[in-house]
């Protein structure tokens, strides 16, 4: 069973940066793919970033392409995401989550929202001035 923490959420201003991690534990086999998703409250989880293992390839939602990277340290079984230039519709709770048995659409949309093995509980990022 894989778990996964985040960490790293809080109160930022608009324009300011912030850094969060995902530190997963309980499995050892490699994931597929990690992603980085959202929910802001009332709204739809929606996919902000994803790393997929089999290619090193690394895809970001229009909104955020430019200001937001995702990286890993294998080493430390960690996955982060940085945020720059945050914008107050970045705020929301933010989920990382591993695809570990990929589905035949995977290797198109490997961080597919609904299609995610494990998800961590969130971490709340919060834009405002």
């Known amino acids: 069973q894989v778990q996964l923490v985040e960490s790293g959420g809080g109160l930022v201003q608009p324009g300011g940066s912030l850094r969060l991690s995902c530190k997963a534990s309980g499995f050892t086999l490699d994931y597929y793919a990690i992603g980085w998703f959202r929910q802001a409250p009332g709204k739809e989880r929606e996919g902000v970033s994803c790393l997929s293992t089999s290619d090193d390839r690394t895809e970001y939602a229009d909104s955020v392409r430019g200001r937001f990277t995702i990286s890993r340290d294998n080493a430390k079984d960690t996955v982060y995401l940085q945020m720059k230039s945050l914008k107050p519709e970045d705020t929301g709770v933010y989920y990382c989550?591993?695809?570990?048995?990929?589905?035949?659409?995977?290797?198109?949309?490997?961080?597919?929202?609904?299609?995610?093995?494990?998800w961590g509980k969130g971490t709340l990022v919060t834009v405002s001035s």
């Open positions: 989550a591993t695809l570990v048995m990929p589905r035949i659409a995977s290797a198109i949309n490997p961080c597919e929202v609904y299609g995610m093995d494990y």
